[in-house]
C-alpha cells in the first residue's frame, strides 16, 4: 500500500477537525496502552530489496523459497528473492490476473492465494483473491501460470461513497487457517481490525464479520505460525511506529479468544512493515516498504515469547539385517516433560527414545511440546534396504556355441561361478564337459564364502554347420561362363542358418587361397577358377560354409574337387552345309555351330562381307583349350533383284514445344543402307498428330513406303517467373498485384488470375491462389501468403454529455446504444483504421450507486473485427424522482364537541389514516415510493372565537407528505371546530322541603347557580 502517511495525516488535521480530534484521542490512549518496546523480540537486518520490488507488500516463504509480490499498480507477478543478495532470481507471471492493490499472500498444502482487496477509499466492489496452484507454479516451463478467482463483498458495507482514511473496509492482511482462509481488516475509523472468513474455493461471495480485535493501530500484514498455534500480525500507528500484534493459543476461529501481546519494534527500513512470513519455529522474515530515502529491506524477526522444542537431534541408527527386515533410530534431546513424535504420534516422556519398526527409506521427524507448540523437522534419516543372500551371477539366458564347446565355454559375470546341470543341489560339473544342444545348464556365485541360493540359467544352442558336398572330379571348358557340374552339391544339414560361403582353389594338395568372386552356394565362373593367362593346368576346389546363429561365427569344408581341361575336338552340328542362294550380294552370314564338351560352339570365317560373287566359305569350330575342327559351305550370287527394300518400323516422335524428324535408313539386298525421302515438312510445332510419309527406293525400280507419326503435346503449365512469392503484410487491407508467368514452350507473359476478392479485409493469416492458364488449357496455381494484424483499438474522441432522468429506479435509464451511430449521436467520435463502423461492436456495462439521485455510470467498449478493444466511453446518468407526492379529493372541515384543543382528534401518522379521513375519494399518489415509505407530517395552529364563557375553538390542521427523495407535497389543510353544543344534563330530582309560614314570602330564595344545585352536570 503506498502512503505517505506524514503528509496525508496533517492534510486531514487540517480539513477535518473531528477526524483531528478523534486522532488526538486515539494517540492519548495510545500512551496510556500497554505497549512493550521490543520485550521478546530480535530484528536483524538481512539485505536491501531490489529496487524493483521497492514495494513488497505480502510475502510467504515456500519450498525454502522467499516469494513476494509488489502493491497496487505493479506487474501480476510473484518474485522469488535471493535472502543473500536481495536480488530477483524468479519472476513467475499470473496471466489472467491484474494488480490493482495486492495486499498479502499466504498459502495451504495445495494452492497460493493473493489478496487482491486493498481498498484505502471503501468503494471498491471488485474485491477478490487470486488462487494458484502450487504444482502449477512449481512445473511451469516458461514462468506463467493462470489463477481462480475468490470474488467477495462485505456483508456489512452498506455505502460505497469514498471515505478516505475513515473507512472500516480497507484490508491488507491474509492468512489461511484450516479450510478457510481470513482476512484482517485494517480499520481507519477506529484503528481496531475486523475479522472476515471466506471460502478457498473460486467463486462469488458476501462475506461476515466473525471476529474483532482492538489492534490500536493499521494492520497491514499476517501470517499463521501453525507449530506454535500464533498468528503473528504487522502494522503501524499514526506516529510512524511499527508494531507487531501477537495472537497466541489459537484453538479455532475465534481469534479474540486468544492471549494478545503487542510489541513495538524498530525494523531497520521503513515503519512500514507489509510483509510477514515464517521461515522457522519462532523465526520470520519481514519486509518494509521503500520510504523517501530509505530502501526496500529485508529483517529477520525472532519472537522468544513463544519458543517452540527444538528438533530432534539423531542418535544411534540401526540398520536391518539379514535376519531383521526393518530398522531403529534414537532421537535424542526431547523436551524433558510429555512430549508427541510425529510422523507416527508416538506419545512419550523422557530426553529421549527409540523409533523402531521403519522400513527402508528417508524419514524426518518433529516432536510438540506439552503447550502444544511444534519443533522443525530434525536431520534427515537413512534405513537401508534388508541385505540378502548373495544373487545370482548375471549373464544370458541363452548362448550359442559351435559343436564340440565345453562348460569351460559358458560366460556368466561374478565370483567364483560353478556350473551345474540343475537349478538347486547337485554337484558341479567339470569344465571340460561337451556341451549338448538345447541343454539348460545352472551357475551359481560365491561372495565371502556364501554362495547363492538361486542360479543363473543358460539355455545351450550348439550352431551345427558341415561344409556339403560337391559332386565328383569334372572337366572345364575354355571360355565357359558356367561349369555345371558343380552345381551337383548336398546342402550342409544341421541347426545352421545365416549362411555363409567361400570357395578356394589350389594347382596341389596344399596352399588353398579365396576366390574373390566365390561367395555364393554355388560357384561356376570359369574364368576365376583357373588362371588362362598363364599355363592350362588342373585346380583343386573345395567351398568353406560359415553359419552365424545368434551372433555366433561356426565353419565347416566340402571335400575337394579336381577339375582338369578339356581336350575333345568340337563336333559340327549339320554336315554337309546346305548351300545359300542370294540375289545379288551376301550381305549377312549365319553362323553354323558344333557340339563340344563344354558346351556349343559357334563357327567363324576368314570371309568378308557382303559376297559379290560365288564363293566357297571355311567355318571354324575352336574351344577354350584349342582344340579345332572345320566344314565348308557355298554362297552362290544369283544377280535378280526383285525384290523392294525392307519397310523399316519407324517409332512416333513425341514433344511438347516441337519435334524435328531425322530421315530414317532402310536395308535392300542390293543397294543396302537406303535413306527415305520426303516431301513433308521436317520440323514440327503446332500442337497435334502429324504423319510423315517417307519413300524407300532402291535405284532397281522397287521402292517401300513407311510412315512415322509426330506428335505435339505440351502438358507442362506456365513457369512463375518468381518461384516463391513474397508474403503480403499489411494493417487493415490488402490489394496486390497479380504476378506472371512466361509459357513453356514460347515464353509468353501469362498474368495470374484468382477467385479470391480484392481488397483482402480478413485479419490474421490467409492466403491467394494464383491460377495460371496457357492457350493449351495447361493450369499452374502458386498460393503467397497474406497476414493482416491490427492491433490498434479503436480511436475515441470528444465525450458524452451527463444525462439527468427523471424516474424511480435504474429501470427509467435510457436503452444502451448498440451501434456507432447510435453512440456519435450522443456526442462521441469513434474512429477505426480498419474496420468500417456498421463492423464494430459495441458492449456496455452499468454500474449503479447511490439512491437520490441513484448515478448510473454506463460504460461502453468498442471491440473491431481484429478484437482490439477502446478505451473505456463512460456516459453518467443521474435518475432522481422529482414529483412531489400529490393529493387528490376533499379535506371535509369538522366539527367537534369539546371544550378546548385538547378534544381535537389526534393527527394521522400514515397515508391510509390520512386517505381514510372524512372526505369524498380522498386519494394521495406518489409515482416512485410505497405508501408506507412516505413520511406524513403535520401542524397545528388554533383560534378562538365567541364569548369567553363559550369560546369557539377553531383548528386549522396542515399536513405535508415527503417521499424517500425529499419532495414535499402542497398542504393538505383541515378545519376542526371545537364547541360546547351539548345541554346541561340534570339527572334525579329536588327533595321536597316543608317551611313553616303562611304565604310565599316564607318560601326560601330561589337558586341562581349551579353549584345550588347537586344534581346539575356541565360538559364545559
Not at 27 to 52: A, D, H, K, R
Not at 170 to 189: M, P, Q, V
Amino acid at each position: 500500500m503506498r502512503e505517505s502517511h506524514t503528509t496525508t495525516f496533517l492534510f486531514k488535521f487540517k480539513r477535518v477537525p473531528f477526524r483531528l480530534m478523534s486522532i488526538i484521542i486515539f494517540s492519548v490512549l495510545n500512551i496510556f496502552l500497554p505497549i512493550n518496546q521490543s520485550i521478546g523480540q530480535e530484528i536483524t537486518e538481512v539485505v536491501n530489496l531490489e529496487g524493483s520490488i521497492n514495494e513488497s507488500s505480502g510475502l510467504i516463504y515456500l519450498n525454502q523459497k522467499l516469494i513476494a509480490h509488489n502493491d497496487s499498480g505493479g506487474e501480476a507477478a510473484l518474485y522469488e528473492i535471493d535472502t543473500i543478495t536481495g536480488n530477483i532470481t524468479r519472476t513467475v507471471v499470473i496471466d489472467n490476473a491484474t494488480n490493482v492493490d495486492w495486499e498479502d499472500i499466504c498459502f495451504d498444502d495445495s494452492y497460493i492465494y493473493i489478496g487482491d482487496f486493498g481498498n484505502n477509499l471503501g468503494t471498491r466492489q471488485d474485491l477478490k483473491i487470486y488462487r494458484i496452484s502450487i504444482a502449477d507454479y512449481n512445473t511451469t516451463t516458461d514462468n506463467h501460470v493462470l489463477a481462480e478467482i475468490i470474488n467477495f463483498t462485505y456483508k456489512d458495507q452498506d455505502s460505497f461513497t469514498s471515505a478516505q482514511f475513515s473507512t472500516n473496509f480497507d484490508a491488507e492482511a491474509l492468512i489461511s487457517y484450516n479450510d478457510s482462509l481470513y482476512i484482517f481488516t485494517k480499520n481507519w475509523g477506529d484503528y481496531q481490525s475486523n475479522i472476515y472468513s471466506v471460502s478457498k474455493s473460486p467463486g462469488t461471495y458476501e462475506i461476515t464479520k466473525v471476529d474483532n480485535i482492538n489492534a490500536q493501530g493499521l494492520i497491514t500484514g499476517a501470517t499463521y505460525n501453525s507449530n506454535c498455534k500464533t498468528i503473528m500480525l504487522t502494522g503501524y500507528t499514526i506516529f510512524s511506529k511499527a508494531f507487531i500484534y501477537e495472537i497466541n493459543g489459537v484453538n479455532s476461529n475465534r481469534f479474540s479468544e486468544g492471549s494478545f501481546e503487542r510489541y513495538e519494534i524498530s525494523p531497520s527500513g521503513s515503519f512500514q512493515i507489509e510483509g510477514i512470513t515464517r521461515y522457522r519455529s519462532n523465526q520470520y522474515y519481514i519486509t518494509s516498504e521503500k520510504y523517501n530515502t530509505s530502501p526496500p529491506k529485508l529483517d529477520r524477526l525472532k519472537a522468544k515469547n513463544h519458543l517452540p522444542p527444538n528438533p530432534p537431534t539423531i542418535g544411534t541408527i540401526t540398520q536391518p539385517t539379514i535376519d531383521l527386515s526393518t530398522g531403529s533410530v534414537v532421537l535424542q534431546g526431547l523436551p524433558s516433560t510429555s512430549w508427541i513424535i510425529n510422523p507416527g504420534s508416538i506419545t512419550g516422556t523422557g530426553t529421549s527414545t527409540t523409533i523402531t519398526g521403519l522400513a527402508s527409506g528417508t524419514y524426518t521427524f518433529t516432536v510438540t511440546d506439552a503447550s502444544g507448540y511444534i519443533s522443525d523437522l530434525s536431520n534427515v534419516v537413512v534405513i537401508n534396504a534388508q541385505p540378502a543372500s548373495p544373487s545370482p551371477p548375471s549373464g544370458a539366458s541363452t548362448q550359442t556355441f559351435c559343436e564340440n564347446a565345453t562348460v569351460a565355454d559358458l560366460v556368466a559375470t561374478g565370483s567364483a561361478i560353478q556350473w551345474y546341470d540343475v537349478s538347486t543341489g547337485g554337484s558341479p560339473l567339470d569344465t571340460s564337459e561337451i556341451l549338448n544342444d538345447n541343454q539348460v545348464y545352472y551357475a551359481s556365485q560365491t561372495i565371502d564364502n556364501e554362495e547363492s541360493i538361486e542360479r543363473l540359467s543358460v539355455t545351450v544352442v550348439i550352431n551345427y554347420v558341415t561344409g556339403g558336398t560337391i559332386g565328383n572330379d569334372q572337366t572345364y571348358c575354355y571360355g565357359s561362363n558356367t561349369l555345371d557340374t558343380l552345381r551337383a552339391i548336398t546342402l550342409p544339414t544341421g541347426s545352421a542358418t545365416n549362411l555363409a560361403y567361400q570357395w578356394v582353389s589350389s594347382g596341389s594338395e596344399e596352399g588353398y587361397s579365396a576366390i574373390s568372386y566365390g561367395t555364393n552356394l554355388e560357384y561356376s565362373n570359369i574364368d576365376n577358377l583357373i588362371n588362362l593367362s598363364t599355363a592350362f593346368v588342373d585346380v583343386r576346389y573345395k567351398r568353406i560354409t560359415t553359419s552365424i546363429l545368434n551372433g555366433v561365427s561356426c565353419k565347416a569344408e566340402s571335400n575337394v574337387v579336381l577339375i582338369q581341361q578339356d581336350k575333345e575336338k568340337p563336333v559340327p552340328n549339320v554336315s554337309p552345309l546346305p548351300d545359300i542362294h542370294v540375289g545379288c550380294e551376301a550381305l549377312v552370314l549365319t553362323a553354323p555351330t558344333a557340339s563340344d564338351n563344354c558346351g556349343p560352339i559357334i563357327g567363324t570365317t576368314s570371309t568378308s562381307l557382303p559376297i559379290l560373287e560365288t564363293t566357297v566359305i571355311t567355318w571354324t569350330y575352336t574351344d577354350g583349350f584349342g582344340n579345332s575342327s572345320s566344314q565348308t559351305q557355298n554362297v552362290i550370287i544369283d544377280f535378280v533383284d526383285n525384290e523392294p527394300p525392307l519397310i523399316p518400323v519407324l517409332e512416333d516422335l513425341t514433344g511438347e514445344c516441337s519435334v524435328t524428324v531425322t530421315r530414317p535408313i532402310t536395308i535392300d539386298a542390293c543397294a543396302g543402307e537406303i535413306t527415305g525421302t520426303t516431301t513433308d515438312l521436317l520440323t514440327y510445332t503446332t500442337q497435334g498428330t502429324h504423319i510423315v510419309t517417307w519413300t524407300f527406293d532402291d535405284g532397281n525400280g522397287n521402292d517401300t513406303t513407311a510412315t512415322q507419326k509426330v506428335i505435339i503435346n505440351k502438358v507442362t503449365g506456365p513457369v512463375p517467373d518468381i518461384l516463391e512469392l513474397s508474403p503480403l503484410v499489411g494493417v487493415c487491407s490488402i490489394s496486390p498485384t497479380a504476378p506472371t508467368a512466361s509459357d513453356y514452350c514460347t515464353g509468353e507473359s501469362i498474368t495470374a488470375t484468382t477467385n479470391t476478392i480484392f481488397p483482402i479485409t480478413r485479419q490474421g493469416d490467409s492466403y491467394i491462389t494464383w491460377i495460371y492458364t496457357d492457350d493449351n488449357g495447361n493450369i499452374t496455381t502458386q498460393n503467397q501468403n497474406v497476414s493482416l494484424n491490427d492491433i490498434t483499438p479503436p480511436a475515441i474522441s470528444d465525450s458524452i454529455a451527463p444525462t439527468a432522468v427523471v424516474g424511480c429506479s435504474t429501470s427509467y435509464a435510457p436503452d444502451p446504444k448498440n451501434t456507432v451511430a447510435e453512440l456519435e449521436a450522443l456526442g462521441v467520435k469513434i474512429d477505426d483504421a480498419c474496420t468500417p463502423d456498421e463492423y464494430l461492436v459495441v458492449s456496455n456495462t452499468d454500474v449503479a450507486i447511490g439512491t437520490c439521485p441513484i448515478i448510473i455510470t454506463r460504460e461502453y467498449r468498442i471491440t473491431d473485427i481484429a478484437g482490439n478493444v477502446s478505451a473505456p466511453i463512460y456516459h453518467i446518468i443521474s435518475i432522481e424522482e422529482s414529483s412531489p407526492p400529490e393529493f387528490e379529493g376533499s379535506m371535509d372541515s369538522i366539527v367537534v364537541q369539546g371544550c378546548s384543543v385538547n378534544d381535537a382528534p389526534e393527527a394521522e401518522t400514515t397515508i391510509t389514516g390520512l386517505e381514510n379521513l372524512s372526505g369524498s375519494g380522498n386519494l394521495i399518489i406518489n409515482d416512485c415510493d410505497n405508501d408506507a415509505d412516505l413520511i406524513v407530517s403535520y401542524s397545528d395552529s388554533v383560534t378562538m372565537s365567541g364569548p369567553s364563557a363559550c369560546e369557539i375553538t377553531t383548528l386549522k390542521r396542515t399536513y405535508i407528505i415527503t417521499d424517500q427523495c425529499g419532495n414535499s407535497s402542497s398542504e393538505i389543510v383541515q378545519i376542526i371546530t371545537i364547541e360546547d353544543t351539548e345541554a346541561p344534563q340534570i339527572s334525579g330530582l329536588i327533595d321536597e322541603t316543608i317551611i313553616e309560614g303562611c304565604d310565599l314570602l316564607y318560601a326560601p330564595p330561589l337558586k341562581i347557580r349551579s353549584q345550588d344545585f347537586r344534581l346539575y352536570q356541565e360538559t364545559c
